[in-house]
């Protein structure tokens, strides 16, 4: 069974920074692509960033690229998303998750084509 466990959420104020945790139970992200994804409240989940699982490519959304970094420690078997200069529109519950197959900006962004999911994070910023 895989499991994903993130952590590192939390309340942080408008322009301040966190880093998330995704662990992976093994290393099951050899070959697979990993994913952040983000629930705003009363919204649907939403894409946030990807990296390839060579690591050599990453992927953002509009919304967040220039502020937040996906990366990864295969010998932790763990990938983190660095946030920076947060705004109240980052808030809601963190996904992290796994994929197989090509690495598009599209198929990352399609959260329905990941194969395992963490039980989410929630991040709050305040203004």
């Known amino acids: 069974q895989v499991q994903l466990v993130e952590s590192g959420g939390g309340l942080v104020q408008a322009g301040g920074s966190l880093r998330l945790s995704c662990a992976a139970s093994?290393?099951?992200?050899?070959?697979?692509?990993s994913g952040w994804f983000r629930q705003p409240p009363g919204k649907e989940r939403e894409f946030v960033a990807a990296?390839?699982?060579?690591?050599?490519?990453?992927y953002y959304a509009d919304s967040v690229k220039g502020r937040f970094t996906i990366s990864r420690d295969n010998a932790k078997n763990t990938w983190y998303l660095q946030m920076n200069t947060l705004k109240p529109e980052d808030t809601g519950v963190y996904y992290c998750a796994i994929r197989g197959g090509s690495f598009t900006y599209d198929s990352s962004k399609h959260y329905p084509g990941y194969s395992f999911w963490g039980q989410g994070t929630q991040v709050t910023v305040s203004s």
């Open positions: 990296l390839s699982w060579s690591g050599g490519s990453t």
């Open positions: 093994a290393r099951t992200f050899i070959g697979f692509h």
